[in-house]
Structures are given as C-alpha cells and as structure tokens.
C-alpha cells in the first residue's frame, strides 16, 4: 500500500503576502513529515508568476530540505501561472531537491515505488494519442500529474478569464493506465472517475483571491493506492484562513448600522480575505463611499486582507417614477411622530427595503 500527498494551486507571492503563504507552505511540509508519505506531488501553480519563481524559489527549495531528508521524494509541474511573463524555459532550472517536470509534453518519472506520468500545463493536449509513454510496469502504480481542465470533472465557466487552460480528455486516463490523476487549476475541490481513474482537484491550496470558488477550507488529498481503488482522505490546511463575503445594508442616509459591522468584524480571523458589499437604495452615493472607507479601515486589523465596495442605487434614479412617488406617498400617510421611538425605526427599516424592491424591478425594466 502507497501513499501520497497532493497539493495544488499554493500561488506562492512575493510581496506583503509572503508570510502568509509560506505559512500555508510550511504547514503542507509539517503535514507531509508527520504523514510520511512515499511521495509529494505538487500539480502545478505552486508560484504565481514567473517573477515569483525566480524570486522565490530558492528560499522555497531550501524549506523542502527536511522533506527530502526523510526520503520523501517531491515532484513539481508548472501550471499557468509560472509561464506567466516567463523569460526564460522553465526547464533550465534545477529546483534540488525538489523533482521539477518542466519538459513537455510529458516526463515519466520512478519514484517512492511509484510512475509519475507528469504533464505540465498547456494550452492543448490534443497530441496526446501521439505520445510515447511507456506500458505501466505489472504491479505498480501509475500517478498522473496534470494541471488543466476536465470536462467531465468540472463543468462551467473558465476558471480565469486571462488564461484559458487545456483541457484533457477521459480517455488519457485509460489509455495511459492511470490509477490517480492528481489535478490541478481548478480552486474548488472535485472529485470523480474518469475512464478508469479517480481523479481529484484538491482545490487552491491558499485563499489567492475574493471569489465563490475560494469558499470554504483549503485543503490538500492524503491518497493511498495499492488496493482495489485508490481512496482519499482530504486535510483542511488551517494556516490559509478562509474567504468571506457578506452583503450588508445600507439605509437612506448611506449608512451601515453598528451590528452589521461589528457582525463582520467578529466574525474575520486574521487570516481570512474579508469581502463586504454594501447594497440598498441611498440619497447620497458619496455618503455611501465614505461608510464602504471607513468600515473598510475599521476592519484593517481584523482579517488579513479586506475588501469593501459599493452596489448601491441613488434614489434620484428611481424618485421620478410613478411607482416610486406613490409608494412614497403612502409612506408618508403611515409616518411615526415620534422620530426617536421604536415605531419609527421599523418605518424607516420598511421604506428602505421598499425602495430596494422598487429600485430592482424599475432598472430591471430598463
């Protein structure tokens, strides 16, 4: 019985982001020391530039020293990422001790007892039925390391709009003889079998940007092979936060009311990328602006990365229509006196989601 760990997507960036993602690296190496697995395998973006790799990968080849000690070899693919404004061929570098799959369109690697049939990304693999791999040995097992897109796996819009990926076919899987197909590219986790192999996109090892597909625990697969299927344990890296969104209100006057605020703000680690969109019908979008500047300063402290905007409609937009001024009208018929009394506050609570329903079917109509 083998065993694996696959990891993906880590977007290793040098910048004020630095400690952040080294801390997501080292607790990926602590876990491979403590698991003792017959290898690492890392399916590509591990940097998030090629001005990254050169920056950095030295320092990262230094902090996977004490993996290699243990006799747990490492196998690396580029993904998208590491071409990005690349000056030079990848293959040109020696990342010792890390084992570093640059070559295209495949290299077939012995290592831990294992066959790592390992595919850096490209554009196209379309020239696969072309390749020369060589027959799996009786009795082994066969890894494919690949860092693109499977129709059957994922389904659904490109996951980065500047950098469409490959996409592999199932029948790679089979006709290669592969018993995993440890993936990379795709943020979310995935799992599922494709002709003949289980397939798995660990997802994004770090939270690297405010979007759905960071929801949730970063995780990488522990994966053990040898009996009749291979089978997967996945482990939430706790060093890589999470990504949380909210929408929050804001009332007429552009403000955020104190719960809501210090409900986000309870609720961010300081590892966590904070999104908050502030929404409602407001008389002032300056007003608007100030509360998203302010609220986003006050949260500067609270999580690792925040980020505050607007989607918001100036009532001035919508005053002039005839729905609007007769609903506007009615409330006026049932306005509270007291303005300080509890009575009032609900009125204003409903006069604001009116104007957001009013606003949502007047500019939906346009």
């Not at 910048?15 to 690492?40: F, H, M, N, R, S």
Request: hydrophobic share 45%; with cysteine.
């Amino acid at each position: 019985m083998a065993k694996i760990i696959h990891a993906a997507d880590l977007h290793l960036e040098d910048g004020e982001q630095l400690p952040y993602c080294y801390g997501v690296l080292d607790e990926i190496i602590a876990l491979t020391l403590a698991e003792k697995p017959d290898a690492l395998v890392l399916a590509g973006d591990m940097f998030d530039s090629f001005g990254d790799f050169e920056a950095l990968r030295s320092e990262v080849c230094a902090r996977f020293k004490p993996v290699a000690a243990a006799g747990v070899p490492i196998i690396y693919i580029p993904g998208n990422h590491e071409s990005r404004g690349a000056t030079a061929n990848l293959t040109a570098y020696n990342m010792d001790p890390i084992t570093f799959a640059a070559a295209r369109p495949f290299s077939l690697i012995e290592a831990g007892g294992l066959e790592f049939l390992c595919v850096p990304h490209a554009d196209s693999y379309d020239g696969y039925l072309d390749w020369q791999v060589p027959l799996k040995k009786p009795g082994a097992a066969r890894i494919a390391v690949v860092h693109a897109l499977n129709s059957a796996i994922y389904a659904g819009p490109e996951e980065e709009t500047d950098s469409r990926a490959g996409v592999i076919d199932d029948d790679f899987f089979s006709r290669f003889e592969v018993d995993y197909a440890a993936l990379g590219h795709v943020h979310a986790g995935r799992q599922a079998a494709l002709g003949g192999a289980l397939a798995c996109y660990p997802g994004s090892a770090r939270v690297w940007r405010a979007h759905p597909r960071e929801a949730g625990p970063r995780r990488v697969c522990v994966v053990r092979l040898g009996g009749t299927e291979p089978s997967v344990r996945t482990v939430e890296l706790k060093a890589a936060g999470l990504f949380k969104e909210y929408r929050l209100p804001l009332d007429l006057a552009g403000a955020i009311s104190r719960a809501d605020a210090d409900k986000a703000a309870g609720a961010a680690t300081n590892l966590d990328l904070l999104k908050i969109v502030l929404t409602g019908v407001v008389e002032d979008e300056n007003a608007a602006k100030a509360s998203a500047e302010a609220l986003k300063a006050g949260l500067k402290d609270k999580a690792r990365l925040v980020e505050v905007r607007t989607d918001t409609v100036v009532a001035a937009e919508i005053s002039s229509h005839s729905l609007t001024k007769a609903f506007l009208a009615e409330m006026d018929k049932i306005k509270p006196e007291d303005a300080q009394g509890g009575d009032y506050r609900c009125w204003l609570m409903a006069k604001q989601y009116g104007l957001e329903e009013l606003a949502d079917k007047i500019l939906e109509a346009k």
